[in-house]
């Protein structure tokens, strides 16, 4: 997993596993709202018809809702801890 090549600054890469691909489909659709993304790609995710989906999001393109929420909840400098990351 280390070795995984990281999202460009803004980007953020998602994975949904559901039980349907509708479901999945349903969640991706939700992301894409609310932010600028790559064509999701899906695979299926065990028995029963489950679907694992990934797509990237760009957080740097985000439809109005998206980016008044984050306009709001972004941390501070202050508030930031290093004990967070990793």
Known sequence: MDDEPLPSGGHADVRIVAATPDVARRVAQ??????ASTEQRSYPAGRG??????????????????????ASTEPSFDDHDPADEG
């Open 30 to 35: 939700v992301l894409r709202c609310c932010f």
């Open 49 to 70: 018809g489950a679907t694992r989906l990934y797509l990237t999001i760009d957080t740097t393109h985000a439809a109005q809702p998206a980016r008044s929420w984050l």
